[in-house]
Each structure stands twice: as structure tokens, then as C-alpha cells.
């Protein structure tokens, strides 16, 4: 039985927030984006313009400046882990019996630096970074959208491919 069904709640919420706000989903919806005459809708995909104005975008720019600091800040603290792990299993090979007091530490920092290393990569990946693709002969400027987006326009499935890395 969960403990604490509110923290579920309100991490299942804002996930779904998160998702709904990357794929620019919303209850009005635009009208869909018409197709020529004889063009099997099965055979394109629906491409927008990347957006620069959205607030993950920004928070995302802004999160690049310190990205090197950040990453150095986790192989820290990813010693500091190593450290006291080692440490707490040093104290129990000292004292030839297993006493789990010893981990109480250790485990909460590596709960703690694991969270704070996920949320800081959601931050800094926008939702953009994970639906980029590449339109032949149109560049990386492009993410792959519903047919209801705001700027949505049909291309040839043949002519989109995830960009190179």
C-alpha cells in the first residue's frame, strides 16, 4: 500500500502536464492541415518550425550556460558517493557483521544526486531535443508534429530522417 498517495498524484500530474505541453497539445485544436488531391495521407509526416519561445526552450538556453558546472559538480559528487559507499562497507568489514545504520547515509545521498541529476537533464533536453528531425534539402529545424499544430506542414515520410548526432 502506497504511503503517500498525494506525492503520486502530484508526480503522475505534472508528468502528465510535461507531456501535454511538449507535444503542444491543447482542447481547442487548429483545423487539420489538407492534403492535394491523390496524396495517400498515409505516406507523409506533419513537420513544424522548431519554436525558441517557449518557456522549457528558455529555461533550457539558460541551463547551457552552466552545463560544464554542472557536470563537474556531478562527478563530485559522484566521488563523494563512491566515497561513502566505500566507507560504510569498510565500517562493516572492520566490525565482521552486517549493520545496515551504516548505508542510511550513503543511500540518501545517492537518492538525492540521482533525482537531482534527472531533473537537471529534463531541464536542459527541451522536449524539442527528443523530436527534431531533418527535412531533405530543409535543414535540422524542424520537429515532428500533429497535423493540427499551429505551422504544421505535410512532407513525404520518404523525405524526413532523425538528424546526425
Not at 544526486?113 to 528531425?133: G, I, K, Q
Request: proline share 5%.
Amino acid at each position: 500500500m502506497n504511503k503517500k498517495p498525494g506525492l503520486l498524484f502530484v508526480v503522475s500530474l505534472l508528468a502528465i502536464i510535461v507531456l501535454a505541453v511538449s507535444f503542444n497539445m491543447d482542447f481547442g485544436g487548429n483545423a487539420p492541415v489538407k492534403l492535394p488531391a491523390g496524396i495517400n495521407p498515409d505516406d507523409v509526416l506533419y513537420v513544424c518550425p522548431v519554436t525558441t519561445k517557449g518557456a522549457f526552450t528558455q529555461l533550457a538556453d539558460g541551463l547551457h550556460a552552466i552545463g560544464r558546472y554542472a557536470s563537474l559538480l556531478f562527478a563530485f559528487l559522484g566521488l563523494v558517493l563512491m566515497f561513502s559507499w566505500g566507507w560504510a562497507l569498510y565500517q562493516n568489514l572492520l566490525k565482521d557483521k552486517f549493520s545496515a545504520d551504516v548505508y542510511k547515509n550513503p543511500w540518501d545521498l545517492t537518492k538525492v544526486v540521482f533525482w537531482m541529476a534527472v531533473v537537471f537533464y529534463v531541464l536542459l533536453a527541451t522536449p524539442d531535443n527528443f523530436r527534431r528531425v531533418e527535412v531533405r534539402g530543409h535543414g535540422t529545424n524542424w520537429v515532428l508534429c500533429e497535423n493540427t499544430s499551429d505551422g504544421a506542414r505535410a512532407v513525404f515520410a520518404k523525405n524526413v530522417s532523425l538528424p546526425e548526432k
